[in-house]
């Protein structure tokens, strides 16, 4: 199944090049569970490595490639948080809590995210742009709240752009360490990975949308 999965998206990659990528990542912003740690890192070994990406009928490959893929992934981002933040701002605080459980978002989740904002304020929208379950609801407390929308927008363009680069980084290395059958090095990089993750999650996030009082 996992090989299947990958030789799809190498295709996919191989054939749409940077706009997949883009797709992709502006549906990782919204409500599908579509991480994005799954996204970037194969488009960046298969750029550095490969042929590259196709992008308006040149394939970038290199240091190159990566710039142009973390530009996409940050304005693929962008694109699926404007959404978000568009949706909840025109629709409004009670519409969201009552509709928002048929688009996998709970009065929970919901509660939560407007706990982080309000806890972390504009630096939470570069922050949740890191962080897992945060980073696809930020733009709703932001919407209902009517944050400024330029604002929110270069916060997310930041926070976007930050941790599409930390992916491309982690897709290069960690293949080529598979490449090289090197693979107690991938275990260790990609352990120590989710360690980091996991920990931030735990402490900035977790805690933080658990809390009963904003």
Sequence with gaps: MLKQLTDWYSNV????????VGLLMTAEST????PSEVIIPPAAYQAWSGNGLELLGTRYTGWTAQIILVIFGAVGSWLGAALMY???RGAGRPFVLRYGKYFLISVE???GAERWAAHYGAFGIFAARLLPVVRH???IPAGIVRMDFWKYSLYTLAGAGFWSAVLCWLGVTVGSQISKGAMHKVTFMLGGFLLV???LYYLFVHRQMKRREI
Excluded: F, R, T
């Design 13 to 20: 990659l191989d054939q749409w090049g940077y706009w997949a």
């Design 86 to 88: 568009w949706v909840a």
């Design 137 to 139: 609801l930020i733009g």
């Design 109 to 111: 989740k919901i509660e």
């Design 197 to 199: 993750v996991g920990v």
């Design 31 to 34: 409500v599908l569970p579509i």
